[in-house]
């Protein structure tokens, strides 16, 4: 029963504001998980709730598998009952009168199927998420996470088109949010349907997701794998939010439509990928995840693979976490925090570094730094 999930055009403006949703158009592939990723009250929600049913957009189409379920140029909007699209939400909602079973079993009671397929669905909903021990068991008397895995039962047993989750995971700590977004993506991938899944956390976007949407103030700024996400960034915002701290102010030497060098700090030349062609003397923020970032001894060789560049620098910091150290080195009049993997932090604050920064993990953008979180 899954189906292709198409969005186009979704515009959603409430009286007197920016408009909540601005223009955006995506297509989720039949199976495929698409995160849609992004900051409160980005649009990512509203967006969501439109493709349910909850909201009426102002314009745009969205279409689920064959059937247009919202055309606004023709005034037709499919109420939210007759899409066949389930919902879960950061709340459980779980009924506390019925048990584990019978929260599963309750959405197939108007649908009219006979008895032993009515239990069939619900032993295999249960089985799916690890819950058939538990089925006699009030659903109450279960853990946050069991919880929630119940809810995501109740939702695939009637075998709808499309999932949606809504933050799923926002209520519950984090050391359990971490054990069940892995749990999550099996689940909806042992389903096959096709799924859209709402998150202000990138670990969990990543963890979950097939491909990923970023978005701010309304509009869709990227849509791709997390590794083209997390390596091909096209705007400073996606860069910052996930995670690319090291925002250096530079100025554009010389470039093309892959590569520029960069003016950065007290004189100090970089090479940088660029996401379009940007003219000479354009003022850039460079971005650089503190991770893809390397040090050495001052006196050391060059890493052996790819294209790097080095610059002469000072560990003012280190940061030591047990399983990683991070460091804050200064060179040129600049400021770079760098991470270390292992146990044993290699350098001390006051030491001589070479620091590396890889060509294909260095990337300039025409824009001012945006001040995103990072979640």
């Known amino acids: 029963m899954t189906a292709e999930l198409a969005v186009a055009h979704l515009t959603k403006s409430f009286l007197g504001a920016r408009p909540a949703v601005d223009d955006v158009s995506f297509v989720a592939q039949a199976g495929e998980v698409v995160a849609l990723l992004g900051p409160s009250g980005c649009g990512k929600t509203t967006t969501m709730r439109s493709v349910a049913g909850l909201e009426t957009p102002t314009g745009g189409q969205i279409r689920i598998g064959d059937d247009v379920v919202c055309d606004s140029s023709r005034g037709f909007f499919l109420k939210p009952q007759r899409r066949n699209v389930a919902m879960v939400f950061q709340s459980y909602a779980v009924w506390p009168h019925m048990t584990v079973a019978e929260n599963v079993r309750y959405p197939l009671s108007h649908r009219r199927l006979p008895r032993p397929e009515v239990e069939r669905r619900v032993a295999e909903a249960l089985a799916v998420v690890k819950l ?47 054990q069940l977004r892995e749990d999550l993506r099996r689940i909806i991938k042992h389903a096959g349907v096709t799924a859209l899944y709402v998150t202000h956390d990138q670990s969990e976007a990543v963890a979950v997701g097939d491909r990923i949407g970023v978005m701010r103030e309304g509009r869709l700024l990227q849509i791709a794998t997390p590794s083209e996400l997390y390596n091909r960034p096209a705007e400073l915002f996606v860069a910052e939010f996930t995670g690319a701290s090291n925002l250096i102010a530079g100025r554009i030497l010389r470039a093309d439509a892959a590569r520029a060098q960069v003016r950065i700090g007290s004189g100090c030349d970089l090479l940088s990928r660029v996401p379009r062609v940007l003219a000479p003397g354009t003022e850039v923020t460079v971005a650089v995840r503190p991770e893809n970032l390397r040090l050495s001894r001052a006196d050391a060789q060059a890493p052996p693979a790819g294209e790097w560049n080095r610059i002469c620098a000072m560990v003012s910091t280190a940061r030591f976490h047990g399983v990683q150290t991070g460091y804050t080195v200064e060179a040129s009049g600049t400021s770079w925090e760098a991470t270390e993997y292992g146990s044993v932090p290699q350098f001390s604050p006051g030491d001589a570094v070479s620091l590396w920064i890889p060509l294909d993990g260095c990337w300039a953008f025409a824009e001012k730094r945006s001040g995103a979180a990072a979640h």
């Open 132 to 178: 058939e021990e538990y089925a006699g068991r009030s659903a109450t008397a279960l853990s946050g996470g069991q919880m929630q895995r119940v809810a995501l039962a109740r939702s695939l047993v009637y075998q709808p088109r499309l999932l949606l989750l809504d933050e799923p995971l926002s209520n519950l700590d984090a050391k359990l949010r971490q």
